[in-house]
């Protein structure tokens, strides 16, 4: 029998590996899953290696590939004989399958995905497998299969980058003397495919200002080899947006047919929509008292139009939200003024990391296993 007749795929517990902590003191992080070969009738594997590979993109691409590191092999079966730390499921002749779970290890410095129209650090997990009735030597008696993974990283939980970055964002500026802007959301933390709720405040320092428009937008700056191997270069995008147009029909909501409301009290509080088109005039509000812009930001999905932080490596990655507001001075001079602030888009977690004891958490330790014990004094020596 020269060919292996049957369907091998890898099935993968989750698509994302996460790593905790920089690359300097991340522990390493497991994959996790199951090969599964689909055929008539039981077969014995010689060999099954799982490996996970720098992901090589094709020739026509113009994306710069990054490949740093060698593969990273897990055997799971070698010479006939099934690593200890895997299971095989026997097969299953109602379904066909025949199943091997396996978890690999990899290490907590490895670069984090990235992928952007320039540039692309991609992985893949190739499994490939040989029964015991082919040999080795002919070249097309295997099995393979490979499946995209990603590499994510997040700041340990008990680090100050996450303690600083958890914190509730207040950032605040003067302009000139006249008008002070402030930008307030609730954590510095973003998370791709949602929306980031975020508050602009515009108070006058003295009157005869007036405020056309203001708005929010993330902007997001890569730092490396983005074009060039050999040559670190940098680019900025902005990758979301929202945007009000103020007009005096906001104050009137009899008028405007978006969700406005205004509060005496307390200054007027916008919601980031546009007014309604038909209004033919579009002077602005009189900055006289305290405004309040009310703007949540759509976040893109990660590795499409934006990408997760990255502090080190080959691409460094760094996001900035922008709180910009188009005010006309005492003398009909119109300024665009912008206030920025750093924050961070980590993934989101579906499932809460483990609490691994510390050695100073004595009283978390638990005894997985307890081997034989010798005595000094009934010990020999050989």
């Known amino acids: ?49 799982v490996r996970l590979k720098p992901k090589y993109q094709n020739s026509f691409n113009p994306v710069l590939s990054i490949l740093w590191m060698s593969d990273i092999t897990y055997t799971i079966v070698k010479d006939g004989r099934i690593d200890d730390a895997s299971v095989e499921i026997p097969h299953d002749s109602s379904t ?14 490895i670069f984090e995905s990235v992928h952007t129209p320039d540039v692309s650090i991609t992985y893949e997990l190739v499994v490939e497998m040989r029964t015991a009735s082919v040999s080795r030597w002919i070249p097309f008696g295997k099995l393979s299969h490979s499946v995209p993974i990603c590499i994510k990283r997040l700041p340990a939980s008990d680090s100050a980058w996450a303690t600083i970055a958890n914190e509730p964002m207040y950032a605040s500026a003067v302009w000139r ?21 975020v508050t602009g405040v515009v108070r006058p320092l003295h009157k005869g200002m007036r405020l056309l428009c203001a708005g929010f937008e993330i902007r997001e700056s890569l730092e490396g080899n983005l074009r060039c191997p050999t040559q670190e270069t940098s680019q900025r995008s902005t990758v979301a947006k929202c945007l009000c147009e103020i007009t005096t029909a906001s104050l009137d909501p009899a008028r405007s047919s978006g969700p406005v409301s205004s509060d005496t009290s307390s200054g007027v509080r916008f919601k980031m929509e546009y007014p309604p088109a038909s209004i033919p005039h579009r002077t602005g509000v009189a900055i006289d008292q305290e405004i309040q812009v009310l703007g949540a930001v759509n976040v893109p999905c990660a ?3 934006i990408q997760y932080d990255i502090a080190t490596g080959p691409i460094r990655v760094s996001h900035e939200l922008v709180f910009s507001a188009s005010i006309v001075d005492e003398h009909g001079q119109v300024h665009n003024v912008r206030l920025s602030s750093g924050i961070y888009v980590f993934p989101k977690l579906t ?7 510390r050695y100073e958490h004595s009283d978390k330790d638990i005894l997985l296993a307890a081997g034989r014990r010798w005595s000094l004094d009934s010990s020999t020596v050989a």
Do not use: C
């Open 351 to 357: 499932q809460a990391p483990l609490d691994l004891p």
């Open 303 to 305: 590795y499409t139009e």
């Open 96 to 109: 066909g399958q025949q199943q091997w779970r396996f978890a690999m290890a990899i290490p907590g410095n």
């Open 1 to 49: 029998m020269l060919f292996i007749k049957g369907k091998l795929e890898v099935v993968l517990d989750s698509p994302d590996v996460v790593l905790y902590g920089s690359p300097r003191e991340a522990r390493f992080a497991e994959i996790t899953g199951r090969v599964v070969l689909t055929t008539k009738q039981a077969q014995s594997a010689s060999s099954l290696i």
């Open 177 to 197: 003397n006249s008008v002070e802007m402030t930008a307030i959301a609730g954590s510095r933390v973003m998370h791709d495919a949602q929306s980031f709720e």
